[in-house]
């Protein structure tokens, strides 16, 4: 059973278009319609056929729609609401897939005072941004997490978990405070110390740029690639989720600091445990399938 | 022409059995010899057939090899030479492949006072250990650095030199102090970064780790990579380069010092500028073919 015939999508970068495509191979027989504020992302997004319709205003987007996905930056999610608010059907429900939820939860709330809000977040994406970077198998096998305001119709928070499901998603339900500082430590955190380091090497002025260009096998280039993620979805998750992730960068820099401690006195005990033990995170994460077995990631070394 | 007709490899691991499969593969008439201080490498290494000979003892490897290379921790260097220097032909020429030049240039030299060494690094590698884990195409298109001593014999380290090139690296020849800060810009801060992010996510009380490991694709998964590297070369390597790594940290904490107060203090236009300004980093990772250019690293999707 199909949880919606009628999705309408706001905000075709990568993750809408991949929700668009993901949509078509999944569920043939749902209309698309998309909208996004930017007419030259429109004009690609009709040229490459991502929807069944793409719209020039929200309002015209959403007039028919039975579920509405918000695809855009976390800090601009009240306002492309505010945008739709008046022509959204009563019976509509609206989801996101923002990398924030307590300041989604109040933003929507906020911009649809008597809409049916479902916030998500599928844990998936890409370094790449854009209409053209979507893909219909991201959220195969990734997880999306449903963070149900507790008023929200059982039926509709059951039908948005139907939708990711279909999509080839696994589902899971929390809260959206728990979820925030969950996120803040398996994708906020990470993303900031890429960011700084990537700066940093940069910066240096006794080894160039060119030199780190290319010696960045050694390890290096593993963080530019989260690094060249988009810079406005960044920005808005590091002033949305500010509290949790200046609480666990405190936490991550006090174990900095313990490892600079154990390298300046010699102790190299500490550091071959924690080394050891890191090991088993990531065979973990392989055998719970979130990430590629093959070494390098799969990098091709040819 | 060959540069070396009788190659020694000492250590058997992922770097020292991919340099035995990329002689075979691209210099097929080198006769191969290989020793590992544990049995159980060397028992693997022959039932593989890695090399032509696996001999019991370091002695008996070098004994007429025209080519010694040691593959083994760098903090291991200067005891290994030191276990064959008594059966080392005169006229052969010693290197190795460890990520730091400095110390191993002094624990070679000593080991080695009438030796012919030629120290170098191939920037290269997975997360992978072991005889198992290596392959002939590990250092195509990937740098090796050369670092010789000022009185080494240009003859023996254009012979180095060549023997890179042949199996596949490009060539570039570095003093070991300028090397050694390099590489703890774009390997051994890298390294250390990833491994106590992993720590830190682990010792977590509020977030369990099935919740990490589970909504690691949010941006975690990349570092366990290079956390799950070999617990004793990276022991050895924070140990040997201490000085370089140490100041490299400092501006590191610096830096996130910043971004942590931009954080705090609402300032997006400083993260919007610098996310802005990393993305370049990669582009020109991937256009010098440093990286895998697919989206993702080229990770499976399906």
């Not at 959403?62 to 505010?82: K, T």
């Not at 010699?266 to 071959?272: H, Q």
């Not at 890191?278 to 091709?300: E, H, K, L, M, N």
Request: aromatic share 6%; charged share 25%.
């Amino acid at each position: 059973m199909l949880p919606f015939a009628r999705v309408t999508i706001i905000g075709l970068g990568l993750i809408g278009s991949s929700v668009a495509r993901a949509v078509r191979q999944h569920m043939p027989t749902v209309r698309i319609t998309g909208y996004d504020a930017d007419p030259e992302v429109r004009a690609i997004a009709d040229r490459i056929q991502l929807c069944d319709d793409i719209t020039d205003t929200p309002g015209a987007a959403v007039i028919d729609a039975d579920f509405v996905i918000l695809c855009v930056p976390v800090g601009a999610m009240g306002a492309a609401a505010a945008a739709f608010a008046d022509d959204l059907p009563a019976e509509a429900v609206v989801s996101d897939v923002g990398s924030c939820k307590e300041s989604v939860v109040e933003a929507l709330r906020a911009a649809l005072p008597n809409g049916i809000v479902v916030p998500a977040h599928p844990v998936a994406g890409t370094e790449k941004s854009g209409p053209e970077a979507g893909f219909a198998s991201l959220f195969h096998h990734r997880w999306c997490i449903v963070t149900p305001p507790e008023d929200a119709p059982a039926l509709a928070v059951e039908r948005v978990r139907e939708f990711w499901r279909q999509l080839g998603a696994m589902v899971e339900t929390m809260d959206p405070a728990h979820h925030d500082r969950v996120l803040a430590i398996t994708s906020h955190l990470p993303h900031l110390i890429a960011y700084t380091i990537v700066g940093t090497a940069s910066d240096l002025e006794e080894v160039t740029a060119s030199e780190v260009i290319k010696y960045s096998a050694g390890g290096f280039r593993d963080f530019t690639r989260i690094a060249a993620s988009d810079p406005t979805m960044w920005r808005d998750v590091f002033l949305a989720n500010k509290e949790a992730v200046l609480d666990m960068l405190q936490r991550f820099s006090e174990d900095l600091s313990a490892l600079q401690r154990a390298i300046r006195w010699g102790k190299g005990d500490e550091l071959f445990d924690l080394f050891t033990r890191t090991r088993a995170v990531r065979r973990s994460i392989i055998d719970q399938g979130q990430d590629d077995a093959r070494p390098d990631f799969g990098r091709s070394h040819d």
